[in-house]
């Protein structure tokens, strides 16, 4: 079900420049309609996270065609090849693209972008779809669910998500989701869990359903990455807002139904240099529990929004100037705070919720933080502190987060910890906990990529504390291909944490769950059913934020 169909040439454009090929010009490599169709799809699919849908660069490097026809076919087709240590995979040695599509893309790159259309209200209105309306729903629980200990599991590569139960690890269903599905978040209540598809494509699952299943559907763009719903008291489960990064924009939904209400462009001018950018993606989206409010950060133009959901046909948003290249991030342990990275330029901006301002922007010391939600840690030097990981390198960054108690050390890299290697998405910690942990999914060593590096928390206060490595893949069992070990989350109680053993789509992946207490193997989940693993969302800790 991959979203092609967005690419589709615009006619006008073809007319007007009496092209087959939209973007090209007389004595640009040649290229068949059914190969442009091809190599946009491999774009979408694989290029357009990170480089942008128009090729601006954000994570990646900016692919216009100024750029790439100064470097030329030889270059492109290297790089796409064998990747870079920077991050840039080795799409045609790891056999993710043959030969032929490496040669495809290399000549793809060479052509301008084509603009996908627009999405506005009529586009979502007919893809809005309300499968079991909310009077027809159950008035009660009707399954034996523990809820609260439910974690819906992404499972990337056959679109679905998989609920499992958090104390008997039995699979209570599999639901059918977006293309390349990535994040999921709960109601206030518990009751609705949403889920986006990088399709943009929203399902809205009811949890008293026996067994849980969708109610209403919706798509809210061609590409989208983030979803959130209302949680401020008096307006818990009343909206959901969806993110896209195309076409770039955000909409806020009915949440109980997902009928769409408002749609706000965030297209507009980057903060600093005050020039437009056409496609400022909508990257991580968070819940105030300070306002009623969603605190929505714009990647391209450096933006933080802080958007009242009191009165939606006046919506009153509150501009941030933070930094470009917003990306993901979690609020501190009194939820006052919100700490997001602005990835490719190595720092965090902290926003204070209840008073709806900027409060510090830092940098993080390491190369592109990349914290997921973060981890909150009470130091035992500088009390409440907040942890993000590095995508480029192995530091891992300790930001005091106490202007009370700590005030010095508020808003500063307190301690550097130094994890696995580069590669890191996430870490993970509980209140009842007293471990850090740091994944390296992406770090190209296998023997990294499939273990877990444990920072003891009362053993920060040396200088450098070591970690202790748990061999998450060799406890799977898995012997097959490179399986990465990605995201922990913890069950409700925080006794226990979760790791995906994500591996290809063909070979078998698996869940390995830690005790937290003594660091050993407690349980394995293996289901053929359980295809590429990756983000695991606990009921409790999302719709609480307990991270
Ligand atoms: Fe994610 C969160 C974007 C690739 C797993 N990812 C996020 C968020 C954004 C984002 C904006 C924050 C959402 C929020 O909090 O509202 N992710 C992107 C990309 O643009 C990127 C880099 C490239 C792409 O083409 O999509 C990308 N992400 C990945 C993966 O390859 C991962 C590892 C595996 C997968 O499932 O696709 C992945 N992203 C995740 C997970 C979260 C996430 C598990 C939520 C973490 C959490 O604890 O909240």
């Known amino acids: 079900s991959g979203p092609a169909g967005a690419y589709e040439p615009s006619m006008t454009t073809l007319g007007e420049l009496n092209l087959e090929i939209p973007g090209r010009k007389p004595g640009d490599p040649v290229i068949t309609p059914s190969e442009y169709d091809k190599a946009n799809t491999i774009y979408f699919e694989r290029c357009a996270g990170c480089h942008g849908v128009l090729r601006k660069g954000a994570t990646g490097k900016a692919l216009t065609?100024?750029?790439?026809?100064?470097?030329?076919?030889?270059?492109?087709?290297?790089?796409?090849?064998?990747?870079?240590?920077?991050?840039?995979?080795n799409w045609g040695t790891s056999g993710e693209l043959t030969a032929e599509d490496v040669d495809l893309m290399a000549r793809y790159l060479l052509l301008e972008p084509a603009s996908p259309p627009e999405f506005g209200m009529p586009e979502m209105k007919e893809s809005w779809k309300v499968l079991v309306a909310p009077e027809d729903r159950p008035s009660e629980k009707m399954n034996d669910i523990d809820i609260d200990n439910l974690f819906s599991v992404t499972l990337?590569?056959?679109?679905?998500?998989?609920?499992?139960?958090?104390?008997?690890?039995?699979?209570k269903s599999i639901i059918d989701t977006g293309y390349a599905v990535h994040i999921s978040r709960i109601s206030a209540s518990g009751r609705y869990l949403y889920v986006?598809?990088?399709?943009?494509?929203?399902?809205?699952?009811?949890?008293?359903?026996?067994?849980?299943?969708?109610?209403?559907?919706?798509?809210?763009?061609?590409?989208?990455?983030?979803?959130?719903?209302?949680?401020?008291?008096?307006?818990?489960?009343?909206?959901?807002?969806?993110?896209?990064?195309?076409?770039?924009?955000?909409?806020?939904?009915?949440?109980?139904?997902?009928?769409?209400?408002?749609?706000?462009?965030?297209?507009?001018?980057?903060?600093?240099?005050?020039?437009?950018?056409?496609?400022?993606?909508?990257?991580?989206?968070?819940?105030?529990?300070?306002?009623?409010?969603?605190?929505?950060?714009?990647?391209?133009?450096?933006?933080?929004?802080?958007?009242?959901?009191?009165?939606i046909?006046?919506?009153?948003?509150?501009?941030?100037?933070?930094?470009?290249?917003?990306?993901?991030?979690?609020?501190?342990?009194?939820?006052?705070?919100?700490?997001?990275?602005?990835?490719?330029?190595?720092?965090?901006?902290?926003?204070?919720?209840?008073e709806g301002e900027l409060t510090a922007l830092l940098e993080t010391g390491g190369q592109t933080p990349h914290p997921g939600r973060g981890a909150n840690l009470n130091h035992p030097t500088y009390g409440p502190v907040w942890v993000t990981s590095h995508l480029g390198d192995e530091s891992v960054a300790v930001i005091g987060t106490d202007p009370e108690g700590h005030p010095d050390e508020a808003w500063t890299v307190v301690q550097t910890l130094y994890g696995l290697g580069g590669g890191s998405l996430f870490v993970k910690s509980h209140p009842n906990s007293e471990n850090l942990y740091v994944d390296a999914p992406l770090n190209p060593d296998a023997e990294v990529s499939g273990s877990i590096a444990v920072f003891k928390v009362p053993e920060m206060t040396a200088e450098e504390p070591e970690y202790t490595v748990l061999p998450i893949v060799e406890w799977a069992g898995i012997t097959d291909g490179q399986p990465r070990v990605v995201q922990g989350e913890f069950n409700k109680e925080g006794t226990e944490i979760w790791f995906s053993v994500w591996n290809a789509a063909d070979l078998t992946s698996a869940i390995v769950v830690v005790d937290d207490k003594t660091l050993e193997m407690k349980h394995v989940i293996k289901d053929e059913r359980l295809i590429t693993p990756t983000g695991k969302f606990n009921v409790y800790n999302t719709r609480a934020d307990v991270y």
């Open 65 to 89: 065609t100024d750029i790439t026809r100064e470097v030329g076919f030889d270059y492109l087709h290297d790089f796409i090849n064998y990747g870079s240590p920077a991050g840039m995979p």
């Open 156 to 171: 990337r590569d056959s679109g679905q998500v998989a609920l499992i139960d958090g104390s008997s690890y039995e699979i």
């Open 196 to 311: 986006i598809g990088r399709d943009a494509l929203v399902n809205m699952v009811d949890l008293f359903m026996d067994p849980p299943a969708t109610v209403a559907q919706i798509k809210i763009g061609t590409e989208a990455r983030s979803i959130e719903t209302s949680k401020f008291e008096g307006f818990e489960d009343k909206y959901a807002i969806g993110g896209s990064y195309w076409p770039p924009q955000y909409v806020i939904m009915d949440g109980d139904t997902l009928e769409p209400l408002k749609i706000k462009s965030t297209r507009g001018m980057i903060y600093d240099e005050q020039t437009y950018h056409p496609e400022p993606r909508v990257a991580s989206i968070v819940a105030s529990h300070y306002r009623p409010e969603f605190i929505v950060n714009i990647k391209e133009t450096g933006k933080i929004l802080l958007i009242n959901y009191e009165d």
């Open 313 to 354: 046909e006046n919506l009153n948003v509150t501009e941030i100037e933070a930094e470009r290249f917003l990306h993901d991030g979690g609020f501190d342990s009194s939820k006052r705070y919100f700490l997001v990275a602005a990835n490719a330029r190595g720092k965090v901006a902290v926003v204070d919720t209840k």
